[in-house]
């Protein structure tokens, strides 16, 4: 299933159904009911709108989706990976770590994953792939030109409930503060909403 959104439908009249722009759920456009997607373990809500990036993995057009608390990013369909603007990740991370309940077992570092070579579906350029250092043990492809971080699917669920690193709670209000600080800094380069 390449596209999710163009097979959501309507469970009460069966019409196909539309994400309400900026926001995590879909609204059917005939009959007015809701539909809210299940987050992945990664913590992302599928909405299924076309995106703006490639997927680096499956090169098929990544789509809209959601993660944390309504942070807009990108992912795709078929492997379920995450674009995550660099601005961004910070925020996404901590976001996620607020509401972790869960702290698994910490897994060892998959070096297979250091021989990957990705490149940026935006700019063309081999992506930096690298060990991520804020905890989970994963490797992630950075594109250092485009501000674009990829995770595989499961990553970011790895780094979220990894027991080295931990959150303050009060870093809630620096989340919110600075939320509309990134997606402005997202919609100026056009790459997010």
């Known amino acids: 299933m390449d596209n999710p959104h163009s097979t959501i439908t309507c469970g009460s009249c069966g019409a196909p159904i539309a994400p309400v722009p900026?926001?995590?759920?879909?609204?059917?456009?005939?009959?007015?009911?809701?539909?809210f997607p299940e987050a992945s373990q990664d913590g992302v809500k599928i909405l299924g709108e076309p995106g703006s990036l490639t997927c680096?993995?499956?090169?098929?057009?990544?789509?809209?989706?959601?993660?944390?608390?309504?942070?807009?990013v990108q992912a795709c369909s078929r492997c379920r990976g995450v674009m995550v603007s660099q601005d961004l990740l910070a925020?996404?991370?901590?976001?996620l770590r607020l509401t972790s309940k869960k702290i698994d077992d910490t897994l060892p570092l998959d070096r297979s994953g250091l021989n990957i070579q990705r490149f940026c579906q935006t700019c063309g350029r081999k992506m930096d792939t690298h060990a991520y250092e804020g905890g989970g043990n994963i490797v992630?492809?950075?594109?250092?030109?485009?501000?674009?971080?990829?995770?595989?699917?499961g990553e970011i669920k790895r780094v979220v409930t990894s027991p080295e690193i931990g959150i303050n709670r009060q870093e809630m209000g620096v989340i919110d503060e600075f939320?509309?600080?990134?997606?402005?800094?997202?919609?100026r380069k056009g790459l997010f909403f």
């Open 22 to 35: 900026g926001k995590d759920y879909f609204v059917c456009p005939y009959c007015g009911a809701y539909y």
């Open 56 to 72: 680096p993995v499956c090169k098929i057009p990544l789509v809209t989706a959601v993660i944390g608390q309504d942070f807009h």
């Open 91 to 95: 925020f996404v991370i901590r976001s």
């Open 140 to 153: 992630i492809d950075v594109c250092i030109h485009c501000g674009l971080v990829w995770f595989d699917y």
């Open 179 to 187: 939320k509309e600080h990134v997606e402005t800094l997202n919609k």
